[in-house]
């Protein structure tokens, strides 16, 4: 898919160069006809000029041959040369002047001519009219021809500058167009050498590219294949484009069975309808989703055997659209696990409250047997025999609340949770007041309490109750040993959670410890030191995380505790 993007981009900047490099060529052999065009229209402008000049001086030369003729024999036949040339030298000026109309120089230069031809014109025909009438004026034709001749050679000179410039502007319309040719020339070779250059750059690239690109493929599929679990890559409209080999070993198909083959075909028919239509919801907010996250699905081998499996969904985006990456994981034996430990927990839930409730009754013998030795054989019992049955006493009532807390712990797992929204403040204040009065028949004002305002909270009334009980209990008995006890209740928010927080100035804990702190039975004091069954903060763990929320504890030895549980919002 990378390659693909990278090699159409490559692909489209060769293909731009090409189309540059073409109409570069183009545009300079565009420029290069049409200078040769150019040049060959001054060329025979330039030429036409040159003739018309040449015929000019033809139709001088005649009008000089007639008149001198005329002059020198009389016959009348040189009267008609005379016109003709008259008209020819007429024509041709106008011609000239026509054909120099762009050039001032040689345009004033036919003003000129023109004067200087109709001088000699006249000049002719002023000499017919004094033609001689007899040899005796043969002098006098001569000075008529002497005079003519100077005459003809102005007009000779002009007419012969004339057709020097135009040959110096033939020559610089030649020198021009040669430099011009020369460096378009250069350009287009230029140009041609630059888009070979670039052209076997370019190929060099593709083929870099291409190599690299099937390098990283190859890395991309060993990487693919060395996953644990079978991922299968499929594009938007649901059909595979890739899969691993895991995924041939776990469902009995060849890889080419699968490929551009719609997903679905590894899914029961009964979930074929309801993915289509999750997949394209997917499609339009895709994001990653990890592995466990959601729902268990089911998924179909070759062989139509099911199987349970978990599915964790991450999408690529590429030039040829999304796709999304699925890893699949077999969860059959995890399923399986799952099942017999939950036929375990039945079973040893079974048995506790079976042991729970037969032990009751040993235990309330046992208490009322030494009530009644207490009672009815006082006088006969000395003070060992009384201590005795006082420890008797008080460790069958421990194992008592040890039983009844098991229960509790126990039955907290099975029980429904009954959502509602509380008001804490309320609840806290009932707890504390509930607390306080046992508190004060033992050590009246010991304890100072600070309670911020906090508040309502969603959650099942009866084991959030539990909670606050069992936390603030412990942060009266851990402070027991203080003159002046101080609990802080308080709360603050944090993301979506709401977050309580009971801090005291108790003996504390030390915190590399802390993990225990919510274990069954798991204590960081002796029972001599503080009394206790080691399952009211276990009790607390299990039901906060059963909240969708989580318990911690932060102390020091001696420097109090703080103990921490967050709950989500609604």
């Known amino acids: 898919m990378a390659r693909t993007a990278s090699i159409s981009q490559v692909l489209t900047f060769t293909l731009a160069l090409v189309i540059i490099t073409i109409g570069s060529v183009f545009v300079i052999s565009f ?40 002059l020198i024999t009389g016959r009348d036949f040189y009267l008609e040369d005379l016109r003709l040339s008259e008209e020819l030298i007429e024509k041709q000026i106008e011609r000239l002047k026509h054909l120099t109309r762009d050039n001032p120089l040689q345009s004033r230069r036919c003003d000129s001519l023109k004067m200087l031809a109709w001088d000699r014109i006249a000049f002719s025909r002023q000499s017919t009219t004094l033609a001689p009438k007899n040899e005796n004026d043969s002098s006098h034709a001569a000075i008529m021809t002497l005079m003519g001749r100077v005459k003809t050679d102005s007009v000779r000179n002009l ?61 991309f599929r060993a990487l693919l294949d060395a996953a644990p679990d079978a991922t299968v890559i499929v594009n938007e409209s649901g059909l595979i484009k890739m899969v691993n080999h895991q995924t041939e070993n776990l469902f009995g198909y060849n890889r080419n069975e699968l490929l551009d083959k719609p ?10 309808s309801a993915h289509e239509t999750h997949r394209g919801n997917y499609m339009k907010a895709a994001r990653v989703r990890s592995m466990g996250e959601g729902l268990e699905l089911n998924a179909v081998k070759k062989n139509g055997q ?24 077999d969860i059959t034996v995890r399923k399986a696990l799952e099942t017999e430990l939950k036929k375990s927990n039945a079973e040893l839930e079974a048995f506790t409250y079976s042991v729970s409730h037969d032990l009751r009754a040993p235990l309330r013998g046992i208490i009322g047997f030494t009530t009644i030795l207490e009672e009815d054989y006082a006088s006969k019992l000395d003070d060992e025999a009384r201590r005795i049955t006082g420890i008797i006493k008080n460790n069958t009532e421990k194992m008592g609340h040890l039983i009844d807390d098991l229960l509790a712990f126990s039955r907290m797992g099975k029980q429904e949770l009954m959502k509602t929204q509380l008001m804490t403040d309320k609840m806290v204040e009932e707890i504390i007041a509930e607390l306080s009065i046992l508190n004060r028949l033992e050590t009246p004002d010991r304890i ?35 003159p002046q006890a101080i609990i802080s209740v308080d709360s603050y ?55 969708g929320g989580r318990v911690w504890a932060e102390g020091r030895v001696n420097e109090g505790a703080t103990f921490y549980f967050s709950l989500p919002d609604q």
Request: hydrophobic share 40%.
């Open 159 to 219: 007419t012969a500058s004339m057709k020097a410039t135009e040959q110096n502007l033939l020559q610089v319309r030649w020198s021009a167009n040669e430099r011009t040719v020369s460096t378009l020339n250069i350009i287009l070779y230029s140009i041609l050498a630059a888009g070979v250059l670039l052209s076997i750059l370019v190929i060099h690239r593709i083929r870099t590219g291409i190599r690299r690109q099937q390098l990283n493929e190859e890395k």
């Open 493 to 547: 928010r944090e993301n979506n959670f709401t977050i309580f927080r009971i801090k005291d100035n108790g003996v504390g804990f030390d915190a590399q410890y802390s993990s225990k702190l919510f274990k069954v039975f798991q204590r960081l004091h002796s029972p001599e030191e503080f009394e206790g069954t080691g399952v009211g903060l276990a009790l607390v763990e299990k039901v906060i995380s059963r909240h």
């Open 448 to 482: 100072n309490w600070n309670v911020s305002p906090l508040p309502p909270i969603f959650a099942d009334r009866n084991t959030l109750r539990q909670v606050w009980i069992n936390l603030l209990s412990n942060a009266i008995k851990y402070s027991s040993t203080r």
């Open 263 to 272: 997903v679905e075909i590894l899914m029961p028919v009964s979930l074929k």
């Open 306 to 329: 099911s199987f349970p499996v978990e599915i964790s969904l991450s999408p690529i985006r590429t030039q040829e659209g999304m796709m999304v990456s699925a890893s699949v994981r």
């Open 31 to 70: 420029r290069q006809s049409q200078r040769a065009k150019d040049t060959a229209n001054s060329v025979l402008h330039t030429e036409e000029v040159l003739k018309h000049i040449h015929d000019f001086e033809i139709g001088i030369m005649a009008n000089v041959s007639a008149s001198r003729g005329y």
